[in-house]
């Protein structure tokens, strides 16, 4: 399990920095575009714009999966060994649930729902803007399968 979640790391990882790159592309020729050629690009602008979310959702996927993300640990702190262990088990499973119905569900129907409507600057269907929010919502899941696991075998370990 941790070689496959290894190389959804990776990719994660690559993804984002090819986001980054790319805005990066897409800023500098707008403001070559605005100051140089006096001729503001509409289409970079809401690229970059769009290419923003993708990188907030992408690693906000990273930081779950990592556990990096922000969290009261008020409770958590309250419980040490395997109770510990079962109120981290607890948390994945409510983040399971909220990934899997907000993200995986609710994303995909509002993809779907989306890929009628165009983006007036792009020409894309909309549903393909959104499709971040289930595929992260996956990812998310598969991340939280990990950590139960993880915390499980610490369960066995007799911690």
Avoid at 17 to 25: H, P, R, S
Avoid at 27 to 48: D, G, H
Avoid at 108 to 122: A, G, K, N, W, Y
């Amino acid at each position: 399990m941790n070689k496959v979640r290894n190389v959804i790391n990776k990719m994660v990882e690559m993804f984002s920095v090819v986001l980054i790159v790319v805005m990066v592309i897409l800023v500098l020729w707008q403001v070559f575009a605005r100051y140089v050629l006096n001729s503001p690009s509409s289409f970079s602008e809401t690229l970059t714009r769009y290419l923003f979310v993708w990188l907030v959702i992408v690693t906000s996927t990273y930081a779950f999966g990592s556990r990096d993300h922000m969290r009261i640990e008020v409770l958590l702190n309250a419980f040490r060994g395997k109770a510990r262990c079962w109120v981290n088990i607890a948390i994945e499973v409510i983040t399971i649930v909220f990934a899997a119905l907000i993200m995986t569900f609710g994303g995909s129907v509002i993809t779907r729902m989306q890929m009628v409507q165009q983006d007036s600057s792009l020409h894309i269907p909309m549903g393909v803007i959104y499709a971040i929010v289930p595929v992260c919502g996956v990812i998310m899941i598969f991340y939280c399968i990990c950590n139960i696991y993880e915390e499980y075998k610490a369960l066995k370990g007799g911690i």
